[in-house]
């Protein structure tokens, strides 16, 4: 059975899930471009080692004591410790490496040393409260190779697991006709994800991750919106929206002075603007400080087709502008198909011809997300609705000794199984019994007394279940 992992980063304040270029944006679908540089001016020293990307993985190998990259940014990122405590990374490797978390306002570091493991594991630091968060550094491998980071991040609230734990089931859609979808249907045992230490909220970051390799693949990224717990069997279920959402949700209007009236200019051209000054713009219409914490990067928007004489848009939203955009390439001749990827990358590709599919300098040629992409076809994967799919891949289980890894040991498949079955009898015989009960023809209090003796019998087996929030067994 696939291996399925997913978990929820919760209050999310900074993040780079592609590490590709964000505050200097470009066109170069390159591995070598990145949002990260060498950090010289922060060490001194020239980093001379190897790092690259390729839309979803950093691939990092050479950083010493002394050299490393660092996050680009024009100032700092300029966040709160205090409002979010908590360094948040995913990554694989070998030996440790240290991550440096520079604060602006005392012009110091707090450092952290990952111990890395061969599967991709995540883990989360707390940070001292009451700083200015400047940047973040990478440096210092302790072991000749080459590391792989998936993400990183700042949050104010430190991330849950959802699998080999709680979850019963669950679904992904990847689309290109609109933004990607999952939905997931948990235990929510005495309202586990409602109350208490491992509630989420609106907006909270979604990762999954589904397939058979040493290295699951990142099928899923998005934001968690809405939640609806189920009684009397204490589920709940999760909806969420891919990082494409951010498409639907930001209205195209005077940005940055002018209307949005292009003349004579590229399709390429024209999105370039979409994403610089209206979905990643923090000022809009002279409104500052609107944090959306959109990151969508524009490294694999393709220069396709000709230039478009006149374009005007208002007040409708992105997605829209850009289908009507798309619609122009194929009346050009050069027909191209847009979607963003479980990373918050932004793909413009050629269709080709039909049948033939080329995507040009666009890396993500596998076959299921070319279907995806020329609206043939949605990729799906869903999940067994059995006690299986809660069964580990051996690349999730927690490296021994890693204090601050999120991953849970799962709970043995082999103690959860006869609990439940004996609950499922349990259950199939009350049921049976109550329809006996009705059928009946004897006085209410007899009816009753039998009903009341089925549920009972079923009820005491449910508190003989293993705990959802037990992780010693």
């Not at 470009?26 to 001016?41: C, E, K, R």
């Not at 049948?355 to 890396?363: E, F, I, Q, R, V």
């Not at 997300?369 to 059995?386: F, I, K, N």
Request: aromatic content about 10%; overall charge negative; hydrophobic content about 35%.
């Amino acid at each position: 059975m696939p291996q399925f992992y997913a978990e929820i980063l919760r209050t999310v304040g900074f993040h780079d899930n592609s590490w590709k270029p964000f505050l200097f944006p470009s066109n170069d679908p390159s591995t070598s471009a990145l949002g990260w540089v060498d950090a010289f001016t922060y060490f001194g020293p020239h980093f001379t080692g190897s790092a690259s990307s390729d839309g979803d993985i950093l691939s990092l190998s050479g950083t010493t004591a002394n050299t490393g990259i660092i996050y680009k940014t024009n100032t700092q990122i300029g966040i709160s410790s205090t409002t979010y405590p908590y360094l948040v990374l995913r990554a694989k490797g070998s030996g440790t490496i240290k991550i440096d978390v520079f604060r602006s306002d005392s012009l110091d570091a707090q450092t952290f040393t990952v111990t890395l493991n061969s599967s991709y594991k995540t883990f989360y630091f707390a940070l001292a409260t009451g700083h200015t968060i400047g940047n973040l550094i990478i440096y210092g491998q302790s072991v000749a190779g080459t590391n792989k980071f998936d993400y990183i991040a700042l949050c104010g609230l430190t991330p849950i697991q959802l699998s080999q734990q709680d979850l019963i089931s669950g679904t992904v859609t990847r689309t290109s006709l609109g933004s990607d979808h999952a939905e997931l249907r948990l235990n929510n045992f005495r309202g586990k994800f409602l109350t208490g230490s491992n509630t989420f909220s609106f907006g909270d970051h979604l990762h999954i991750y589904l397939g058979q390799g040493d290295t699951p693949f990142h099928v899923y990224g998005g934001y968690t919106e809405h939640q609806e717990p189920i009684q009397p069997n204490d589920e709940i279920i999760i909806t969420s929206r891919g990082w494409g959402v951010a498409l639907q949700e930001t209205i195209v209007e005077n940005q940055p002075t002018a209307a949005p009236i292009y003349t004579n200019q590229t399709i390429q051209s024209i999105i370039n603007d979409f994403v610089d000054n209206h979905i990643n713009n923090p000022t809009k219409n002279g409104i500052t400080g609107i944090v959306n914490n959109y990151r969508i990067t524009r490294s694999y928007v393709q220069n396709l087709g000709s230039t478009i004489p006149l374009y005007i848009t208002s007040f409708k939203n992105v997605w829209d502008s850009m289908r009507e955009l798309t619609d122009l390439s194929v009346a050009q001749g050069n027909p191209a198909i847009f979607f963003v990827d479980p990373a918050e990358n932004l793909h413009l590709v050629p269709l080709g011809a039909q049948g033939s599919a080329n995507w040009g300098t666009d890396p993500h040629t596998d076959s299921p997300v070319t279907q995806r992409a020329s609206a043939t076809g949605s990729t799906t994967s869903g999940l067994a609705r059995t006690l299986a799919s809660m069964v580990p891949g051996p690349n999730q289980r927690p490296a021994a000794g890693a204090a601050n890894d999120c991953s849970v040991e799962p709970r043995p498949l082999s103690r959860m199984i006869p609990a439940y079955a004996r609950l499922e009898h349990l259950l199939s015989n009350a049921f049976s019994q109550t329809q006996e009960a009705l059928t009946m023809v004897a006085p209410c209090s007899i009816l009753l007394a039998r009903i009341s003796d089925s549920i009972s019998r079923a009820l005491e087996a449910s508190m003989l279940l293993p705990s959802s929030t037990s992780t010693s067994e």
